[in-house]
């Protein structure tokens, strides 16, 4: 599981910003749930409520890039899992 610091980096990286606040919300349950914390707020239904919340499609793109992060850490690691974001991104793999 990514720390929110990578989610960070990536939010500056790709959206010029940090969305701490959006991080924080989809990884409330983290601590008492650990990785099952994903079963809650990791999903485009909590991007697109994100969205309307915040009239914000910046921080609609870091909830789905956290995701989209979260996927890649479990099958890459953290270490790799920027790069290999990234390089989803520019390749159109991942589009926002």
Known sequence: MPQHELH?????????????AVHDFMDQFSMA???????FYHDMTTVQALLYWT??????????????????????GKAESVPTLLRMIQTGMIKL
């Open 8 to 20: 960070e980096i990536i939010d500056l990286m790709v959206l010029g910003k940090k969305y701490e």
């Open 33 to 39: 749930l650990k990785a099952n914390h994903r079963n």
């Open 55 to 76: 009239r914000d499609p910046r921080a609609a793109e870091s909830a789905y890039l956290h995701i989209w992060l979260d996927i890649i850490s479990d099958k890459v």
